[in-house]
Protein backbone atom coordinates (compact mmCIF):
# COMPACT_ATOMS: atom_id res chain seq x y z
CA UNK A 1 0.00 0.00 0.00
CA UNK A 2 1.69 3.19 -1.10
CA UNK A 3 2.14 5.92 2.02
CA UNK A 4 3.61 8.62 -0.59
CA UNK A 5 0.72 11.02 0.28
CA UNK A 6 0.04 12.23 4.06
CA UNK A 7 -2.17 14.86 4.62
CA UNK A 8 -1.41 15.49 8.19
CA UNK A 9 2.73 16.69 6.82
CA UNK A 10 1.03 18.30 4.22
CA UNK A 11 -0.88 20.37 5.68
CA UNK A 12 1.82 21.20 8.58
CA UNK A 13 4.11 22.36 6.07
CA UNK A 14 2.04 24.27 4.00
CA UNK A 15 -1.12 25.29 6.01
CA UNK A 16 0.20 28.64 6.69
CA UNK A 17 0.56 29.67 2.89
CA UNK A 18 -3.86 29.05 3.35
CA UNK A 19 -4.20 33.21 2.17
CA UNK A 20 -1.38 33.62 -0.33
CA UNK A 21 -2.09 30.53 -1.99
CA UNK A 22 -6.18 31.32 -2.20
CA UNK A 23 -4.95 34.89 -3.37
CA UNK A 24 -2.64 33.31 -6.30
CA UNK A 25 -4.89 30.58 -7.45
CA UNK A 26 -8.63 31.11 -6.28
CA UNK A 27 -10.62 34.03 -5.66
CA UNK A 28 -8.29 36.78 -5.61
CA UNK A 29 -10.69 39.20 -4.32
CA UNK A 30 -12.04 36.88 -1.26
CA UNK A 31 -8.44 37.52 1.18
CA UNK A 32 -8.59 40.86 -0.15
CA UNK A 33 -11.55 41.30 1.14
CA UNK A 34 -11.05 38.97 4.71
CA UNK A 35 -8.02 41.00 5.14
CA UNK A 36 -9.48 44.68 4.93
CA UNK A 37 -12.03 43.68 7.26
CA UNK A 38 -10.06 41.96 9.56
CA UNK A 39 -11.66 38.78 8.81
CA UNK A 40 -8.56 36.69 7.92
CA UNK A 41 -8.28 34.17 11.42
CA UNK A 42 -6.66 31.04 11.24
CA UNK A 43 -8.98 28.45 12.71
CA UNK A 44 -7.29 25.31 13.70
CA UNK A 45 -10.54 23.10 15.44
CA UNK A 46 -14.00 23.37 15.46
CA UNK A 47 -16.73 21.40 17.22
CA UNK A 48 -20.49 21.94 17.42
CA UNK A 49 -21.44 25.81 17.24
CA UNK A 50 -17.79 27.12 17.96
CA UNK A 51 -14.51 26.74 16.26
CA UNK A 52 -10.75 27.66 17.67
CA UNK A 53 -7.73 29.47 16.82
CA UNK A 54 -4.17 28.15 17.39
CA UNK A 55 -4.09 30.18 20.87
CA UNK A 56 -7.04 28.29 21.75
CA UNK A 57 -9.73 31.03 21.71
CA UNK A 58 -13.15 30.19 21.12
CA UNK A 59 -15.32 31.54 18.88
CA UNK A 60 -18.85 31.30 18.40
CA UNK A 61 -20.40 30.34 14.46
CA UNK A 62 -23.78 32.09 13.86
CA UNK A 63 -23.37 31.75 10.26
CA UNK A 64 -22.82 28.17 10.00
CA UNK A 65 -21.31 28.12 6.82
CA UNK A 66 -24.09 29.56 5.17
CA UNK A 67 -26.37 26.64 6.48
CA UNK A 68 -24.64 24.24 5.58
CA UNK A 69 -23.74 22.92 9.51
CA UNK A 70 -27.11 22.61 10.57
CA UNK A 71 -26.03 20.22 13.16
CA UNK A 72 -22.63 22.34 13.87
CA UNK A 73 -19.20 20.85 12.82
CA UNK A 74 -17.99 17.23 13.29
CA UNK A 75 -21.29 15.73 14.45
CA UNK A 76 -20.38 12.16 16.18
CA UNK A 77 -23.03 10.03 14.52
CA UNK A 78 -22.70 12.03 11.29
CA UNK A 79 -18.59 11.24 11.04
CA UNK A 80 -19.43 7.57 12.31
CA UNK A 81 -21.57 7.03 9.36
CA UNK A 82 -19.16 8.73 7.07
CA UNK A 83 -16.12 6.00 8.42
CA UNK A 84 -18.75 3.19 8.17
CA UNK A 85 -19.31 3.80 4.39
CA UNK A 86 -15.74 4.30 3.71
CA UNK A 87 -14.85 1.01 5.68
CA UNK A 88 -18.22 -0.83 3.54
CA UNK A 89 -16.44 0.10 0.22
CA UNK A 90 -19.37 -0.50 -1.55
CA UNK A 91 -19.78 -0.73 -5.23
CA UNK A 92 -20.69 3.23 -5.77
CA UNK A 93 -21.86 4.91 -8.47
CA UNK A 94 -21.71 1.70 -10.90
CA UNK A 95 -24.40 3.96 -13.16
CA UNK A 96 -26.21 0.76 -13.74
CA UNK A 97 -27.39 -0.74 -10.68
CA UNK A 98 -29.58 0.52 -7.58
CA UNK A 99 -27.55 0.72 -4.36
CA UNK A 100 -29.69 0.58 -1.02
CA UNK A 101 -28.40 3.81 0.68
CA UNK A 102 -30.52 6.43 -2.30
CA UNK A 103 -33.86 4.58 -1.65
CA UNK A 104 -33.45 4.50 2.08
CA UNK A 105 -32.63 8.37 2.21
CA UNK A 106 -35.37 9.17 -0.30
CA UNK A 107 -37.65 7.31 2.07
CA UNK A 108 -36.70 8.87 5.03
CA UNK A 109 -37.07 12.10 3.44
CA UNK A 110 -40.02 11.59 2.10
CA UNK A 111 -41.82 10.42 5.68
CA UNK A 112 -41.22 14.43 6.58
CA UNK A 113 -43.00 15.53 2.95
CA UNK A 114 -46.17 13.32 3.30
CA UNK A 115 -47.71 14.65 0.31
CA UNK A 116 -44.60 14.53 -2.03
CA UNK A 117 -43.64 10.89 -3.27
CA UNK A 118 -40.26 10.48 -5.17
CA UNK A 119 -36.70 12.40 -4.87
CA UNK A 120 -34.15 13.36 -7.13
CA UNK A 121 -30.40 13.68 -5.54
CA UNK A 122 -27.78 15.95 -7.39
CA UNK A 123 -24.76 17.80 -5.31
CA UNK A 124 -26.07 21.36 -4.47
CA UNK A 125 -29.24 23.75 -3.51
CA UNK A 126 -28.62 25.48 -7.30
CA UNK A 127 -28.80 21.65 -9.00
CA UNK A 128 -31.69 21.15 -6.64
CA UNK A 129 -33.21 24.08 -8.38
CA UNK A 130 -31.55 23.39 -11.81
CA UNK A 131 -33.62 20.52 -11.11
CA UNK A 132 -37.01 21.90 -10.41
CA UNK A 133 -37.14 24.17 -13.02
CA UNK A 134 -36.96 21.54 -15.53
CA UNK A 135 -39.08 19.24 -13.96
CA UNK A 136 -41.77 22.23 -13.96
CA UNK A 137 -40.88 23.10 -17.60
CA UNK A 138 -41.61 19.51 -19.22
CA UNK A 139 -44.36 18.33 -16.58
CA UNK A 140 -46.60 21.73 -17.91
CA UNK A 141 -45.53 22.25 -21.13
CA UNK A 142 -44.53 25.50 -20.57
CA UNK A 143 -41.37 28.02 -20.64
CA UNK A 144 -41.65 30.11 -18.08
CA UNK A 145 -41.37 30.59 -14.11
CA UNK A 146 -41.99 32.83 -11.59
CA UNK A 147 -40.22 34.28 -9.14
CA UNK A 148 -40.01 36.64 -5.91
CA UNK A 149 -38.04 39.76 -6.22
CA UNK A 150 -34.77 39.95 -4.08
CA UNK A 151 -35.14 35.93 -4.29
CA UNK A 152 -32.02 33.66 -4.02
CA UNK A 153 -31.72 30.54 -5.64
CA UNK A 154 -28.11 30.14 -6.57
CA UNK A 155 -26.20 31.20 -9.38
CA UNK A 156 -26.23 28.73 -12.13
CA UNK A 157 -27.46 30.02 -15.53
CA UNK A 158 -30.90 28.59 -14.77
CA UNK A 159 -31.49 29.60 -10.94
CA UNK A 160 -29.51 32.57 -11.75
CA UNK A 161 -32.67 33.31 -13.94
CA UNK A 162 -34.88 33.29 -10.82
CA UNK A 163 -32.40 35.18 -9.09
CA UNK A 164 -33.95 38.26 -7.56
CA UNK A 165 -30.67 40.30 -7.39
CA UNK A 166 -29.47 41.94 -9.59
CA UNK A 167 -25.81 42.00 -8.46
CA UNK A 168 -25.66 38.60 -8.77
CA UNK A 169 -27.36 38.64 -12.49
CA UNK A 170 -25.16 41.76 -14.18
CA UNK A 171 -23.54 40.29 -16.99
CA UNK A 172 -24.50 36.95 -17.33
CA UNK A 173 -26.96 37.87 -19.79
CA UNK A 174 -28.48 36.18 -21.44
CA UNK A 175 -31.02 34.23 -19.28
CA UNK A 176 -33.89 32.22 -19.01
CA UNK A 177 -37.43 34.38 -19.72
CA UNK A 178 -38.70 34.25 -16.31
CA UNK A 179 -40.22 37.32 -14.30
CA UNK A 180 -40.10 38.53 -11.01
CA UNK A 181 -43.41 39.49 -9.02
CA UNK A 182 -43.26 40.96 -5.27
CA UNK A 183 -43.29 38.23 -2.70
CA UNK A 184 -46.87 38.75 -1.42
CA UNK A 185 -48.39 39.97 -4.10
CA UNK A 186 -51.54 37.69 -5.17
CA UNK A 187 -52.72 40.34 -8.09
CA UNK A 188 -49.11 40.53 -9.47
CA UNK A 189 -49.25 36.81 -9.42
CA UNK A 190 -52.60 36.55 -11.30
CA UNK A 191 -51.81 38.78 -13.55
CA UNK A 192 -48.99 36.48 -15.24
CA UNK A 193 -50.72 33.26 -14.46
CA UNK A 194 -53.78 34.62 -16.54
CA UNK A 195 -51.08 34.74 -19.38
CA UNK A 196 -50.89 30.91 -19.72
CA UNK A 197 -47.35 30.05 -20.56
CA UNK A 198 -46.22 29.93 -16.59
CA UNK A 199 -45.14 26.66 -15.54
CA UNK A 200 -44.73 28.03 -11.47
CA UNK A 201 -43.64 30.01 -9.22
CA UNK A 202 -40.24 29.34 -6.89
CA UNK A 203 -40.61 30.60 -3.60
CA UNK A 204 -38.62 30.61 -0.62
CA UNK A 205 -41.30 30.15 2.57
CA UNK A 206 -38.78 32.93 3.79
CA UNK A 207 -36.05 34.96 2.11
CA UNK A 208 -32.32 34.41 2.82
CA UNK A 209 -31.95 38.42 1.51
CA UNK A 210 -32.87 40.12 4.59
CA UNK A 211 -35.04 37.65 6.25
CA UNK A 212 -38.75 38.45 4.60
CA UNK A 213 -41.29 36.23 5.44
CA UNK A 214 -44.21 35.28 3.08
CA UNK A 215 -47.28 36.84 4.30
CA UNK A 216 -49.52 34.63 5.96
CA UNK A 217 -52.09 33.03 4.10
CA UNK A 218 -49.37 33.72 0.47
CA UNK A 219 -48.54 30.49 0.36
CA UNK A 220 -51.75 28.47 0.09
CA UNK A 221 -54.04 31.18 -1.64
CA UNK A 222 -50.56 31.14 -4.40
CA UNK A 223 -50.81 27.20 -4.81
CA UNK A 224 -54.67 27.62 -5.43
CA UNK A 225 -54.62 30.46 -7.82
CA UNK A 226 -51.79 28.72 -9.68
CA UNK A 227 -52.98 24.94 -9.53
CA UNK A 228 -56.51 26.59 -11.19
CA UNK A 229 -54.00 27.89 -14.13
CA UNK A 230 -52.46 24.36 -14.34
CA UNK A 231 -49.02 25.90 -12.87
CA UNK A 232 -47.07 24.22 -9.90
CA UNK A 233 -45.36 25.54 -6.70
CA UNK A 234 -42.29 25.35 -6.56
CA UNK A 235 -40.84 26.10 -2.63
CA UNK A 236 -37.02 26.46 -2.56
CA UNK A 237 -36.08 25.01 1.58
CA UNK A 238 -32.74 24.75 0.65
CA UNK A 239 -31.67 27.13 3.57
CA UNK A 240 -35.12 27.08 5.53
CA UNK A 241 -35.64 23.31 5.41
CA UNK A 242 -34.81 20.66 7.82
CA UNK A 243 -35.47 22.16 10.74
CA UNK A 244 -34.05 25.55 10.39
CA UNK A 245 -37.42 27.80 11.06
CA UNK A 246 -38.97 25.78 13.96
CA UNK A 247 -40.81 23.19 11.61
CA UNK A 248 -39.27 20.27 9.62
CA UNK A 249 -40.36 22.76 6.59
CA UNK A 250 -40.87 26.32 6.62
CA UNK A 251 -44.02 25.87 4.38
CA UNK A 252 -45.77 23.52 6.72
CA UNK A 253 -45.77 26.79 9.38
CA UNK A 254 -48.80 27.56 7.18
CA UNK A 255 -51.82 25.02 6.78
CA UNK A 256 -53.02 23.55 3.65
CA UNK A 257 -49.84 24.42 2.04
CA UNK A 258 -48.33 21.15 -0.68
CA UNK A 259 -45.77 22.06 -3.39
CA UNK A 260 -45.27 20.27 -5.82
CA UNK A 261 -41.99 20.50 -6.08
CA UNK A 262 -39.71 21.57 -2.98
CA UNK A 263 -35.51 22.24 -2.96
CA UNK A 264 -33.49 20.57 -0.05
CA UNK A 265 -29.65 21.08 0.66
CA UNK A 266 -27.20 22.57 2.67
CA UNK A 267 -28.36 21.14 6.25
CA UNK A 268 -28.71 17.47 4.48
CA UNK A 269 -25.31 17.24 4.22
CA UNK A 270 -24.30 16.94 7.92
CA UNK A 271 -21.57 19.57 6.79
CA UNK A 272 -19.56 17.13 4.71
CA UNK A 273 -20.18 16.16 1.75
CA UNK A 274 -22.36 18.04 -0.66
CA UNK A 275 -25.85 16.78 -1.66
CA UNK A 276 -29.42 18.64 -3.12
CA UNK A 277 -32.48 17.09 -3.62
CA UNK A 278 -35.58 17.98 -5.30
CA UNK A 279 -38.97 16.04 -4.11
CA UNK A 280 -42.02 16.11 -6.02
CA UNK A 281 -45.34 14.65 -6.81
CA UNK A 282 -45.29 11.45 -8.57
CA UNK A 283 -46.83 12.90 -11.75
CA UNK A 284 -44.44 14.55 -11.85
CA UNK A 285 -41.33 12.28 -12.22
CA UNK A 286 -43.97 10.03 -14.21
CA UNK A 287 -44.37 12.44 -16.74
CA UNK A 288 -40.34 13.57 -17.06
CA UNK A 289 -38.86 9.40 -16.67
CA UNK A 290 -41.49 8.52 -19.15
CA UNK A 291 -40.26 5.79 -20.92
CA UNK A 292 -36.98 3.36 -20.44
CA UNK A 293 -35.44 5.78 -23.71
CA UNK A 294 -36.01 9.03 -20.94
CA UNK A 295 -34.25 6.87 -17.80
CA UNK A 296 -31.06 9.19 -18.58
CA UNK A 297 -32.98 12.71 -19.42
CA UNK A 298 -31.65 14.27 -15.99
CA UNK A 299 -28.91 12.86 -13.83
CA UNK A 300 -25.84 13.81 -11.92
CA UNK A 301 -22.33 12.23 -12.12
CA UNK A 302 -22.20 12.37 -8.49
CA UNK A 303 -25.51 12.33 -7.53
CA UNK A 304 -26.88 9.46 -5.07
CA UNK A 305 -22.91 8.89 -3.91
CA UNK A 306 -23.08 6.58 -0.98
CA UNK A 307 -21.10 9.20 1.36
CA UNK A 308 -23.98 11.96 0.74
CA UNK A 309 -26.77 9.41 1.09
CA UNK A 310 -25.05 7.80 4.44
CA UNK A 311 -24.35 11.60 5.13
CA UNK A 312 -27.84 12.20 4.90
CA UNK A 313 -29.52 9.32 6.79
CA UNK A 314 -26.98 10.04 9.54
CA UNK A 315 -28.47 13.73 9.85
CA UNK A 316 -32.08 12.87 9.71
CA UNK A 317 -31.68 10.38 12.74
CA UNK A 318 -29.67 12.41 14.68
CA UNK A 319 -32.64 15.16 14.00
CA UNK A 320 -35.43 12.79 14.67
CA UNK A 321 -33.49 11.30 17.95
CA UNK A 322 -32.18 14.69 19.42
CA UNK A 323 -35.60 16.24 18.41
CA UNK A 324 -33.72 19.31 16.95
CA UNK A 325 -37.02 20.71 15.29
CA UNK A 326 -38.42 21.49 18.71
CA UNK A 327 -35.07 22.57 20.04
CA UNK A 328 -35.21 24.93 17.22
CA UNK A 329 -38.07 26.23 18.21
CA UNK A 330 -37.82 26.83 21.59
CA UNK A 331 -33.78 28.35 21.35
CA UNK A 332 -34.93 30.69 18.25
CA UNK A 333 -37.81 31.77 20.55
CA UNK A 334 -35.96 32.80 23.33
CA UNK A 335 -33.00 34.39 20.82
CA UNK A 336 -36.01 36.08 18.65
CA UNK A 337 -37.80 37.44 22.39
CA UNK A 338 -34.10 38.69 23.70
CA UNK A 339 -33.07 40.86 20.78
CA UNK A 340 -36.75 42.07 19.96
CA UNK A 341 -36.41 43.45 23.63
CA UNK A 342 -33.92 45.72 22.44
CA UNK A 343 -35.41 47.62 20.34
CA UNK A 344 -37.24 50.07 22.45
CA UNK A 345 -33.38 50.63 24.12
CA UNK A 346 -31.67 51.17 20.73
CA UNK A 347 -32.55 53.50 18.35
CA UNK A 348 -30.35 52.21 15.64
CA UNK A 349 -32.56 48.92 16.05
CA UNK A 350 -35.35 48.93 13.72
CA UNK A 351 -36.53 45.57 13.61
CA UNK A 352 -36.20 41.97 14.99
CA UNK A 353 -37.78 39.55 12.67
CA UNK A 354 -37.48 35.53 11.14
CA UNK A 355 -38.48 32.07 12.77
CA UNK A 356 -36.81 30.12 14.40
CA UNK A 357 -32.82 29.93 14.17
CA UNK A 358 -33.63 32.20 10.65
CA UNK A 359 -33.52 35.86 12.41
CA UNK A 360 -33.00 39.19 10.78
CA UNK A 361 -31.81 42.22 12.69
CA UNK A 362 -32.29 45.60 10.60
CA UNK A 363 -30.88 48.66 11.32
CA UNK A 364 -32.69 51.92 10.79
CA UNK A 365 -32.44 55.86 10.53
CA UNK A 366 -32.09 57.04 14.21
CA UNK A 367 -34.25 59.81 15.57
CA UNK A 368 -30.90 61.64 17.71
CA UNK A 369 -29.32 64.56 15.69
CA UNK A 370 -25.44 63.25 16.11
CA UNK A 371 -25.83 59.97 15.28
CA UNK A 372 -28.44 60.70 12.34
CA UNK A 373 -25.72 62.78 10.88
CA UNK A 374 -23.99 60.40 11.20
CA UNK A 375 -26.23 57.29 9.95
CA UNK A 376 -26.44 59.43 6.85
CA UNK A 377 -22.84 59.94 6.06
CA UNK A 378 -22.78 56.02 6.14
CA UNK A 379 -25.79 55.75 4.05
CA UNK A 380 -24.37 58.65 1.57
CA UNK A 381 -21.23 56.36 0.70
CA UNK A 382 -23.18 52.71 0.59
CA UNK A 383 -26.22 51.24 2.00
CA UNK A 384 -25.27 48.29 4.43
CA UNK A 385 -21.83 49.95 5.90
CA UNK A 386 -23.78 50.06 9.26
CA UNK A 387 -24.44 46.70 9.51
CA UNK A 388 -21.23 45.69 8.42
CA UNK A 389 -19.54 48.04 11.09
CA UNK A 390 -21.81 45.34 14.00
CA UNK A 391 -20.46 42.10 12.26
CA UNK A 392 -16.96 43.44 12.31
CA UNK A 393 -16.83 44.21 16.25
CA UNK A 394 -18.80 41.12 16.96
CA UNK A 395 -16.28 38.95 15.41
CA UNK A 396 -13.14 41.19 16.67
CA UNK A 397 -13.99 42.13 19.92
CA UNK A 398 -16.24 39.01 21.03
CA UNK A 399 -15.34 36.02 18.82
CA UNK A 400 -18.70 35.78 17.14
CA UNK A 401 -19.19 35.14 13.60
CA UNK A 402 -22.07 36.65 11.84
CA UNK A 403 -23.26 38.04 8.29
CA UNK A 404 -24.89 41.17 6.80
CA UNK A 405 -27.97 39.25 5.14
CA UNK A 406 -27.17 40.58 1.28
CA UNK A 407 -25.10 44.13 -0.68
CA UNK A 408 -26.65 46.77 0.56
CA UNK A 409 -28.82 45.66 2.91
CA UNK A 410 -28.50 46.87 6.77
CA UNK A 411 -29.56 43.46 8.26
CA UNK A 412 -27.54 41.22 10.08
CA UNK A 413 -28.89 37.21 9.65
CA UNK A 414 -28.40 35.34 12.02
CA UNK A 415 -28.48 30.98 10.80
CA UNK A 416 -26.00 29.60 13.64
CA UNK A 417 -25.94 25.57 14.20
CA UNK A 418 -29.56 24.07 15.13
CA UNK A 419 -27.54 22.72 18.36
CA UNK A 420 -27.07 26.41 19.74
CA UNK A 421 -27.98 26.77 23.27
CA UNK A 422 -29.47 29.00 26.09
CA UNK A 423 -25.49 29.44 26.91
CA UNK A 424 -24.62 30.72 23.24
CA UNK A 425 -27.82 32.90 23.57
CA UNK A 426 -26.54 34.83 26.44
CA UNK A 427 -23.37 34.93 24.98
CA UNK A 428 -24.39 36.34 21.08
CA UNK A 429 -26.54 38.94 22.91
CA UNK A 430 -24.79 40.05 25.40
CA UNK A 431 -22.10 40.61 22.53
CA UNK A 432 -24.56 42.25 20.59
CA UNK A 433 -25.57 44.83 23.20
CA UNK A 434 -22.07 45.98 24.17
CA UNK A 435 -21.83 46.63 20.40
CA UNK A 436 -24.94 48.55 20.13
CA UNK A 437 -23.80 50.50 22.96
CA UNK A 438 -20.77 51.90 21.91
CA UNK A 439 -22.09 52.45 18.52
CA UNK A 440 -25.09 54.59 20.32
CA UNK A 441 -22.02 56.48 22.39
CA UNK A 442 -21.63 58.54 19.41
CA UNK A 443 -17.74 57.25 19.80
CA UNK A 444 -15.02 54.87 19.88
CA UNK A 445 -13.06 52.23 17.12
CA UNK A 446 -16.65 51.19 15.65
CA UNK A 447 -17.03 54.30 14.18
CA UNK A 448 -13.25 54.80 12.91
CA UNK A 449 -13.99 51.68 11.39
CA UNK A 450 -16.55 53.24 9.99
CA UNK A 451 -14.68 55.94 8.56
CA UNK A 452 -12.27 53.31 6.95
CA UNK A 453 -15.41 51.80 4.74
CA UNK A 454 -16.74 55.23 3.97
CA UNK A 455 -13.16 55.57 2.41
CA UNK A 456 -13.09 52.10 0.84
CA UNK A 457 -16.38 52.41 -0.47
CA UNK A 458 -15.61 56.17 -2.32
CA UNK A 459 -12.65 54.62 -3.64
CA UNK A 460 -14.36 51.61 -5.30
CA UNK A 461 -16.56 53.72 -7.43
Known sequence: MSTEFDLGALLAERGAERYELHGKYLNHQLPRMLHT?????????????????????????????????????????????LHDVLDAQLADLTRFDCQPLPGLLAERLLTHSPHL????????????VETA???????????RILYCAHAFHGLTTGSLSVNGETGFRDGFAPLLPDTAVPLGDLAALEREVKKGDVAGLIVEPIQGKGVHEAPPGYLRAAQELLHKHKALLIADEVQTGLGRTGDFYAYQHEDGVEPDLVCVAKALSGGYVPVGATLGKDWIFKKVYSSMDRVLVHSASFGSNAQAMAAGLAVLSVMENEQTVAHVRATGDLLKSRLT??????????????????????????????????????QAARKGLFAQMVVVPLLQRH???????????????????????????????????????????????????????????????
Open 341 to 378: ELIDKYELLADVRGRGLMIGIEFGRPSSLKLRSRWTML
Open 133 to 143: LKFARFATGRP
Open 37 to 81: IGFDKVYERAEGAHFWDADGNDYLDMLAGFGVMGLGRHHPVVRKA
Open 399 to 461: RILTQVSGDHLEVIKLIPPLVVDEADVDRFVDAFTDVMDDAHSGGGLMWDFGKTLIKQAVASR
Open 117 to 128: DRVFFGNSGTEA
